[in-house]
């Protein structure tokens, strides 16, 4: 069981019992609007609380006049969601249609328009949606704990790619069948949107860590996948696949590492002034491998320079690794 499914529940509950204290009617009404005012972030929460009132405010008043113009009859509904909606789709509000065609139907359930009417209708819509509110700010899952045990997830993937590219590179006839790809791509994805709603459960204090992390690694990951392209074109060893697969080990280590040391741009500095140094290839196969090669450096130079570009953004990247 979730816990947004126990939130609702118990906003739910709430807000009919106050509706029943304070005589509303149908005290189940309130019970529906908090049911669609909970929300999974407290942001996302309070935008749609406010977004909500304000539909079900103006689609109450719409009703008014559509019902005391043409009566109480069925077809005056469909009037009503024919002129209403648009207005509120054009406003940004279409959260707020469900919401505002619940208390329509209630007005339209009443036979008439008088104020205490249009004031049970109201409160109603305090009680369901105010109460959710409240809900949603009381108590939002931590997702501190779950972004740090995906990080750690990315970082051991990232290092075991790593490691086994470093191994194709000293036995291209190695057999890797790339399950670690799939599953970081997908960890990436999780941790991203993780990042996204302990952004929204802050108010006040606005945390960007979380998402220029999960941003730096989908960056980084389009650069090993590219990696991967040309590891992929190496089917024999060469003299230079010797040293870049130390430069992979090496790496495979310094992804965890909490701060960017500049250790492996060092030596991927010093393996191309190598590289350079080597005789030209003798034949155009060899040129081909020895191409594959090189580009694999210029992609890890790629993957290099995101997590220095990011760190520079904000004070908070300071715990970015390479």
């Not at 860590?209 to 190496?234: D, G, I, K, P």
């Amino acid at each position: 069981m979730g816990i947004r499914i126990i939130k609702t529940a118990l906003a739910a509950i709430i807000a009919i019992y106050s509706a029943v204290y304070l005589n509303l009617e149908p005290p189940l009404g309130a019970g529906i609007l908090a049911i669609l005012g909970v929300e999974v972030s407290r942001m996302k929460g309070l935008k749609s609380a406010v977004q909500r009132f304000v539909a079900s405010s103006l689609g109450l008043f719409f009703a008014s006049l559509v019902f005391t113009i043409f009566g109480f009859h069925i077809w005056v509904v469909a009037l009503f969601i024919l002129m209403t909606f648009p207005v509120l789709a054009r406003f940004q509000l279409k959260d707020g249609i469900v919401t505002s065609a619940v208390i329509v139907f209630q007005l339209f359930s009443h036979g008439e328009v008088t104020v205490d009417v249009l004031e049970n209708e109201v409160l109603l819509m305090i009680c369901g949606l105010g109460w959710a509110t409240v809900i949603n700010f009381i108590y939002m899952p931590k997702d501190q704990h779950l972004l740090e045990s995906l990080k750690a997830s990315v970082e051991k993937l990232f290092g075991d790619i790593f490691t086994e590219m470093g191994r194709t590179l000293r036995d291209p006839s190695h057999i890797w069948n790339g399950s670690e790809l799939l599953e970081v791509h997908r960890i990436i994805d999780e941790g991203a949107r993780r990042a996204v709603l302990n952004k929204e459960n802050r108010l006040f204090g606005q945390e960007h860590y979380w998402s220029t992390y999960f941003e730096m690694r989908r960056l980084q990951l389009e650069s090993v996948q590219a990696m991967l392209e040309e590891l992929a074109l190496v089917y024999e060893k060469l003299p230079q696949n010797e040293p870049l697969a130390e430069l992979l080990e090496l790496l495979s280590g310094e992804v965890k590492s909490e701060v960017y040391r500049g250790i492996t741009e060092k030596r991927l500095s010093e393996l191309r002034q190598l590289y350079k140094s080597m005789e030209l290839p003798r034949t155009r196969d060899e040129f081909e491998l020895r191409a594959a090669i090189l580009k694999m450096t210029m992609e890890l130079e790629r993957y290099l320079a995101i997590a220095k570009r990011l760190k520079k953004r904000n004070v908070m990247l300071d715990k970015a690794e390479p």
